[in-house]
């Protein structure tokens, strides 16, 4: 996160959207959009520069034709890429985190994680 300033508010914890150290946003849903290559790009850089990160997916990104009423009109262009692609690329992300040195931990985990990190860092 860019700043641990006002993301503490009583018991909610704000978690700001992951970036870059560009400010470009780290989420799932920019690989459809520029391609995997330039995701792999972002998702190294957010995971470099942020000490606390969570990798942000939105359920379309994971469902397939077969998942949606295509009678209804939406506004999902990925929901046409098979769903084995979309799960190899959700793979491919992961293992990425994974092999940052990072651990995949529950939001719940992360938020504690958070508050430990403040409560430390405020006795200093």
């Known amino acids: 996160f860019s700043s641990s ?18 400010r470009f946003p780290c989420w799932h849903t920019v690989g459809f959009m520029f391609g995997w290559r330039v995701q ?8 470099k520069s942020r000490k ?26 990925r929901v046409d890429h098979p769903i084995e692609e979309k799960i190899h690329r959700f793979r491919e992300m992961v293992k990425q985190i994974i ?3 990072r651990i995949l931990v529950t939001m ?11 409560k430390k860092n405020n006795q200093m």
Do not use: C, M, W
Not at 5 to 22: H, M
């Open 5 to 22: 300033e006002n993301l503490l508010q009583g018991k909610l914890v704000i978690l700001p959207l992951p970036v870059t150290s560009y």
């Open 108 to 118: 719940d985990d992360l938020n504690k994680r958070f508050r430990q990190d403040q």
């Open 99 to 101: 092999d940052s040195g």
């Open 40 to 47: 792999k790009l972002i998702l190294r850089n957010a995971l």
């Open 52 to 77: 606390f990160f969570y990798y942000l997916t939105h359920p379309a990104d994971l469902f397939s034709e077969e998942d949606v009423d295509l009678s209804i009109p939406h506004h999902l262009p």
